[in-house]
């Protein structure tokens, strides 16, 4: 299972999307600066990364879904 490509690549923007969300709640947690100059640019980034990352699972689902 864990030889498919595509699962792979899954798994990744997933774990990416993840990363990008821990990061975003911690710098908020934070406050500061840095927080009020980037929060909507991280929450962008979170929001483009899962769009891949979802399109990325029905393409799975929809290519490995019929066997």
Avoid: C
């Amino acid at each position: 299972m864990l030889q498919d490509p595509l699962l792979i690549l899954v798994l990744v923007a997933v774990g990416l999307v993840a990363a990008i969300l821990m990061f975003g709640v911690g710098t908020f947690g934070r406050g500061g600066e840095f927080n009020r100059k980037h929060a909507n640019r991280i929450m962008r980034w979170r929001i483009g990364a899962q769009f891949v990352a979802v399109l990325l699972i029905l393409l799975y689902v929809f290519l490995r879904g019929s066997n």
